[in-house]
């Protein structure tokens, strides 16, 4: 069943995965890069799968209607975990007369499924013996496929939204594939929204190449519910003096765990990774990142910053690894936390493995309260103590999201987290997808 509605170049690859899967089974904690997330855990409920790839009634140009839904973007949506073709889909009976943005000319956007290739399909996440990468490619059917071909550029930033929907508790495996030729440019956000208030369970693979002198950015937005399990998995390989800006940005969710594993192949590759989670209740945010410099002159920097309150969980674990040879590397790990509670936890460990002895590598992380002193400077000038609270979280956070170099985006950023701070960013006027 789940052969018959994917594609040959997807099923090549089950068996093997398959195999892999079985033999490890989940990682437990003891587990080095598992440690702060029990992954089993995640997968004991009973969640439906959509194996049959039943039609979803819903229609994302309608449902998507919260204050910020476009960054005058080239906008695209994928269901669950299939790529939705406007032109194919129809609501009560009548077709959705949406057409879809153009992009230029080379450039191959659409359904994995028509598009995977063996050259690139699996061929990062296949080399990670990861438990949950395994049972994603076990189980993928579908997902989203993006090919830029020698020296093009797209100009306006992809924006794909990932909308979850079901009327059972349901269980999605994602899968993105990104290619870059050489001198390529693009920049990809993408957003997850659960349309519907169900348990989910999304576990998400993206594979990147950046050719060589090629740009990427990307950003990945999470605004579901506290009813949402996100365990996502990026691979990202880049060669000779490309650049990778990668972005994680949590806003509301249950329980996430991101995995990110980045590898500069060539000389003077360069990577800028940040981080900014917000959480509150009984919310759990993992981040795990390995980045590893293979040669010369390549650099590194990565900044994540949280902020925790009521009984909410936080965990950073960043590795780097400099192998022998990569001489010249400079990298800088930086991971700053903010406790707004005595009962929200935060677990951080920086790390850094040189095997070269001409490089500048630094790594630090902070865990702390907010500054008594502060609040009560801003009380004494009439402002309450809500406010002041507010206001130094608001600070705190917004070092990471003027590092963003996608404009509109940092904008619409600044506006979401002080909503988000305020408590009103899951009440927009309208709204059918943050409940």
């Known amino acids: 069943m789940i052969c018959r509605h994917s594609s040959e170049v997807m099923n090549a690859e089950r068996d093997a995965a398959y195999e892999r899967f079985a033999a490890s089974g989940f990682p437990t904690r003891k587990v080095e890069r598992y440690k702060y997330t029990d992954i089993a855990k995640l997968f004991e409920p009973n969640y439906g799968l959509n194996l049959n790839r039943l039609d979803i009634p819903v229609n994302p140009y309608d449902a998507f209607r919260c204050d910020v839904p476009n960054l005058s973007t080239s906008l695209y949506f994928v269901v669950n975990d299939g790529f939705y073709r406007a032109e194919r889909q129809e609501v009560r009976g009548e077709r959705i007369p949406q057409a879809q943005p153009k992009l230029p000319e080379g450039v191959v956007f659409g359904s994995l499924r028509d598009f995977a290739t063996t050259t690139h399909y699996n061929q990062l996440a296949g080399k990670d013996d990861d438990a949950v990468t395994h049972l994603n490619t076990m189980l993928a059917q579908d997902g989203l496929y993006v090919y830029i071909p020698k020296n093009v550029v797209v100009d306006r930033a992809i924006q794909v939204i990932n909308i979850l929907r079901s009327d059972v508790d349901l269980m999605v495996n994602r899968r993105v594939l ?15 929204h659960a349309a519907d208030d169900r348990h989910f369970l999304a576990t998400q693979v993206i594979e990147a190449f950046v050719g060589e002198n090629a740009k990427l950015d990307l950003y990945c937005l999470e605004e579901t519910h506290n009813k949402n399990t996100r365990v996502s998995n990026v691979y990202i390989e880049q060669q000779a003096n490309s650049r990778v800006n990668h972005n994680v940005i949590t806003l509301h969710n249950g329980v996430t765990r991101n995995k990110l594993n980045l590898d500069l192949m ?6 800028q990774c940040n981080g900014c989670v917000i959480a509150d209740k009984n919310q759990h945010v993992d981040n795990n990142t390995l980045i590893t410099h293979h040669a010369e002159h390549c650099t590194s920097r990565e900044l994540y910053k949280y902020v925790l309150d009521d009984e909410s969980t936080g965990a950073f674990a960043g590795r780097v690894l400099v192998k022998p040879g990569a001489q010249k590397t400079e990298s800088q790990m930086t991971n700053q936390n903010l406790c ?15 095997y070269a002895d001409d490089v500048k590598c630094a790594h630090g992380s902070t865990v702390g309260q907010l500054n008594d002193a502060a609040l009560f400077y801003m009380q004494q000038r009439g402002i309450s103590l809500k406010e002041a609270r507010l206001l130094l979280q608001n600070a705190f956070i917004n070092e990471v999201i003027d590092h963003m170099e996608l404009e509109p985006l940092r904008d619409r950023l600044h506006y979401l987290v002080e909503k988000r701070f305020r408590g009103e960013l899951n009440k927009c006027e309208g709204c059918k997808l943050c409940k």
């Open 178 to 192: 990104i290619v870059l030729e050489e001198g390529a440019e693009a920049k990809f956000l993408f957003c997850d």
């Open 340 to 354: 707004a509670t005595k009962t929200a936890r935060m677990y951080t460990q920086p790390m850094l493995e040189i």
């Open 266 to 271: 060539g000389e003077g590759a360069e990577c």
